[in-house]
């Protein structure tokens, strides 16, 4: 795994950055919050970086916070929503904001990113956020698009069981 990168800034083509470490380049996809913050091409940066591995090849994302590759990480144990839609939600809403706007449930705010949509986001319970290593509060334990007459219980709750019971014909 790759936890971490420093070197010159080769390219910047955004969401993407070409990182030059020895004459070698890192290709990474970074959101939008990390892109703006990111100094001169040519100039020295570290970033954190969250390594992925999937059958159509190898994808590198960077960081310059420990909490937005929290937050990206987070994002992509819910169900739907993968590192397409984990970066732009964290290029729409800044780490605090989504924090914020999942521990209020400010549906209007999610929904506006782009890769969201229509999804309901649904807020762990107040107990099982407060136990998180990182005070970041409250990130979604689960957006789920809309379904009427079906309830899924958050993984953050404690009903939650790994199998589910099949319906009797």
Not at 25 to 38: I, Q, R
């Amino acid at each position: 795994m790759i936890g971490r990168l420093t070197g010159l800034i080769a390219e910047k083509n955004p969401p993407q950055i070409v990182l030059d470490l020895n004459g070698v380049g890192y290709e990474l996809d970074v959101p939008m919050s990390t892109f703006y913050n990111l100094p001169a091409s040519g100039e020295k940066v570290t970033l954190l970086t969250h390594f992925a591995v999937r059958e159509d090849g190898h994808f590198l994302y960077g960081f310059l916070t420990e909490a937005e590759r929290f937050a990206f990480r987070q994002l992509l144990k819910v169900s739907g929503i993968g590192a397409r839609t984990a970066l732009s939600v964290l290029s729409g809403l800044s780490v605090n904001d989504l924090a914020a706007a999942v521990a209020q449930q400010e549906l209007g705010r999610l929904i506006k990113v782009p890769g969201i949509g229509k999804r309901r986001p649904s807020a762990c319970s107040s107990s099982s956020r407060a136990s998180w290593p990182i005070p970041l509060a409250a990130f979604p334990c689960m957006l789920r698009s809309t379904m009427p007459n079906r309830t899924f219980p958050t993984p953050c709750s404690p009903s939650v069981t790994t199998r589910r019971k099949r319906p009797r014909r």
